[in-house]
């Protein structure tokens, strides 16, 4: 065990995951390591203990056959993102957040269905001589929000790749109580900290940990998948 751990930091060494910002809020400090050259060091061992907490709540609720929705708005992260929802048959949001799209659930799969109406419509491509999105700007932006949902159910858990731009997801999951796991930076706001259930300290610029991150969550969502059994709500911690 002792081994296992060890090359599991080396390797969350090895993408830069334990660098913080200069200033820490003070919520973060119970995660931190110490502070080089000024700047915080995140303890990566608390780092791994979170992670494993996150996948434990992922495979529980894929196992009872819940849904996941990705939320990220970094756009150096989309295909990544993407790509991990398309493997794991999940959904996400590659933009910026709407808001209600939670709160207003019902009223937004209304408006997903009208745009696959007129997505679908087959004199669209007769009608418009380039795409119909250059027409109409406010279906293109539809598409952007619609595209990555693959469930007319609202989803079971958030998994958030950068919290501090998804404050309003953040308070829309935790108001309905649904269970959020959330990649968390030591500059993160101590209100958005206390509503996430999950959260996972780490430094979010990290491209190399995001893949490293998504990898993980495929994994596991595919075994997970592996040993499912009737659906069961998940209570909120």
């Known amino acids: 065990m002792y081994n296992s751990n060890l090359l599991l930091i080396q390797k969350l060494l090895s993408t830069n995951a334990y660098l913080g910002h200069r200033i820490p809020t003070s919520d973060f400090q119970g995660y931190l390591y110490g502070f080089r050259n000024e700047m915080a060091i995140i303890d990566l061992e608390k780092t791994l203990i979170c992670l494993r907490r996150a996948c434990n709540l992922i495979g529980s609720i894929i196992s009872a056959k819940g849904h996941l929705l990705l939320v990220n708005t ?8 993407q790509q991990m929802a398309k493997k794991t048959n999940q959904s996400y949001i590659n933009h910026k957040w709407i808001g209600g799209f939670l709160t207003n659930w019902k009223h937004m799969k209304k408006v997903k269905k009208h745009f696959q109406n007129f997505y679908a419509h087959p004199n669209l491509k007769d009608a418009f001589t380039s795409s119909p999105f250059d027409s109409f700007p406010r279906f293109k932006k539809m598409q952007k929000c619609f595209e990555g949902i693959m469930t007319h159910n609202i989803p079971d858990c958030l998994v958030i790749i950068n919290a501090n731009q998804n404050s309003m997801a953040i308070l829309e999951a935790n108001q309905l109580q649904i269970p959020i796991v959330a990649l968390v930076d030591s500059n993160i706001p101590n209100r958005l900290h206390k509503l996430i259930t999950y959260p996972v ?37």
């Not at 970094?74 to 993102?81: A, L, Q, R």
């Open 74 to 81: 970094n756009p150096e992260y989309n295909k990544i993102i």
């Open 201 to 237: 300290p780490v430094n979010d610029d990290s491209i190399k940990f995001v893949y490293l991150f998504c990898n993980l969550i495929t994994k596991t969502v595919i075994l997970s998948k592996r040993s499912q059994r009737p659906k069961v709500k998940v209570k909120r911690l």
